[in-house]
């Protein structure tokens, strides 16, 4: 294995909300659907097995206004659907009795919903591949994959190796390492930033677990929501700007080339016109805290812009097609003895150990 970074898990497996989703969103029939249950069961299984920090917490869906209400029917249907244990519609008097303090209309309840520490499931993944005699080797960067023969030469910073098979999962940077091995352009990734903002450990208990709003059927964002992660802490976000860097964890990083490549990408000026309303919202939550706090409070009522205080971020790797397109389910690209990971967005960490029984199925047999 070959990592790029000093460690396993520095980008977006180690800044992610850490929620090991149970599958309500996810379209019946689609990879994310049948992968996001599967995996779901497979890593809180695997995280107990390990002792690593998980906690089987429960989620709330919460309709806060009438127009969502059509919606929060269709996730009932698609949780259904898609075979995901437990879930349970809510009126409005039962919702407080699984969270106090919020408030709304109607619910669904997911208690097969966990969150975990992602960092510390690849940090246990790693040891596992190093156990059975695989090496890992940081501080490594491919450049390019490309086919010889029936092998594969994976060309390096001053040498290359050759591979009977070989997968690429480059999150960020998946469209630049496909091309560079003689892939198509499409989809690109475009980088979205997401800044999630804390509550103060006084106001922590306004939230014993997850609470969500009903998201956008039209956008791959769940919405502003409330987390509760394994070590405590609260969280309030996340925002969805577009980054000026593929690592854009501090606001202020900008790099020219990731700036230019989302550009001079076709598909982002329309998702810039498509979008431009709801661009101009996420960027008033992200400048001004107390937008961001009134927007929770819609089904937090106690909630108060006081609360907040600055909290961690990440970037999300998003898959844009040329016609503008948000591209939503996992995607694979395989050549021969290359299979390329294109788009796995959320809730890929969740569906990771059975997301990669369908990547090694794609690989040759003699691999």
Known sequence: MLEREAAVGRHQTGHNSGVVHAGIYYAPGSLKARLAVEGARELVAYAEERGLPL???GKLIVAARPADL??????????HA??????????????????PHARG?????????????????????????????????????????????GRVRVALEGGALTAGAAVACAGLWADR?????????????????GAYRALRP???????????????PDLPFLGVHLTRDVHDEVHVGPTALLAPARDAYRLARLVPRDLADTARWPGTWRVARRWWRTGLREAGWALRPG???????RFVPDLRPADLVAGPAGVRAQAVARDGRLLDDFALDADGP????????????????????????????AA
């Open 55 to 57: 906690r089987r917490c």
């Open 291 to 297: 937008t961001l706090a009134r927007e929770a409070a």
């Open 70 to 79: 059509p919606r929060l029917d269709e996730l009932e249907r698609r949780a």
């Open 105 to 149: 209309l109607a619910a669904l309840h997911s208690p097969a919903t966990a969150v975990v520490d992602f960092g510390a499931v690849a940090a246990a993944l790693a040891d596992d591949v190093r156990a059975a005699g695989g090496e890992i080797r940081t501080g490594t960067a491919v450049h390019a994959l490309r086919r010889e023969g």
């Open 177 to 193: 390492l496909a091309v560079a091995g003689g892939g198509r352009r499409e989809p690109a990734i475009v980088p979205f930033r």
């Open 338 to 365: 290359v299979v390329h990971v294109r788009n796995a967005p959320s809730p890929a960490a969740t569906a990771s150990l059975a997301l990669a029984r369908v990547i090694a199925d794609r690989l040759p047999a």
């Open 202 to 216: 006084e106001r922590a208990h306004l939230v014993k677990a997850l609470i969500y709003p009903v998201p956008d």
């Open 82 to 99: 898609n075979g995901v244990p437990g879930v349970r519609r809510l009126a409005a008097a039962e919702i407080r009795e699984i969270e």
